[in-house]
Each structure stands twice: as C-alpha cells, then as structure tokens.
C-alpha cells in the first residue's frame, strides 16, 4: 500500500515592495515569476519558482498593514551554487553585503539578507 505522505508545495514570505522582491529573487537568485493573484483578504502574491526544482516561494504583499520584523538567526532559506566566490565576486559590487569573512566558515558558506532582512544561506554544492 503506498504511503500518503504530504509534498511541500511553497512557503509564504512576507514583503514590504513587492517590485524590490520580484527583482531581487529574479536577478540574484535565478527565480521565475510563476504567477500572481490577490489573496481573499486583499494581500498581493507572487508565486516565484526556481527552475530545477519543485519548491515555490510565496511573496505576499499586505497593502496597508503594519511595519514587520523577525529575530535575527530564526529563519532562513539555503540556496546551492556552484562557485561561492564567483557569485559573492558577481553581486557583492551591486550592494549585497556577504558573510563571514573570519572563522571557519568564511569561504565556505556564505549569508546575504533580501531586500526584506530574510537571511540566505549560500553553500557550494
């Protein structure tokens, strides 16, 4: 009998500029927007893809609501590259800040943040 295990389909974030979202995803990341609707509440949301693989990230966009924040080193999403110093050499002079430069882990594994604080974890695959 085959098992009726549940498949994780995407995670929903939060934005403050949905057009800086879409851009920032896109151009650093590799995404493709996938889609878009207005949530029954009023909340704009992008569907973003990563091509080659089967999970969506959700850019949900709250028109009137308050200002957010989340506690730092509690959430973040890790995204594989090929070459950590080619991508850091790449978007480092257009502003990303990266880190760490010290410790053992400085050249192996390396952290952006989004337009929006969310923390990114880059690893070489």
């Known amino acids: 009998m085959a098992e009726n295990n549940p498949q994780f389909l995407h995670c929903r974030i939060r934005v403050r500029d949905m057009e800086r979202s879409v851009r920032f995803y896109t151009d650093v990341l590799g995404f493709k927007k996938k889609g878009d609707m207005?949530?029954?509440?009023g909340n704009v949301l992008v569907y973003m893809e990563l091509p080659g693989n089967n999970t969506v990230i959700e850019?949900?966009?709250?028109?009137?609501?308050?200002?957010?924040?989340?506690?730092?080193d509690?959430?973040?999403?890790?995204?594989?590259?090929?070459?950590?110093?080619?991508?850091?050499?790449?978007?480092?002079?257009?502003g990303i800040k990266f880190w760490p430069d010290e410790g053992p882990?400085?050249?192996?594994?390396y952290f952006i943040n989004d337009p929006d604080g969310y923390e990114i974890e880059l690893l070489k695959v």
């Open 38 to 41: 207005a949530s029954p509440v």
């Open 59 to 72: 850019l949900c966009y709250q028109p009137g609501a308050p200002e957010f924040s989340f506690p730092e």
């Open 74 to 94: 509690i959430f973040h999403m890790a995204f594989s590259t090929t070459d950590l110093q080619e991508f850091r050499n790449r978007w480092e002079p257009e």
């Open 105 to 109: 882990l400085a050249g192996k594994i």
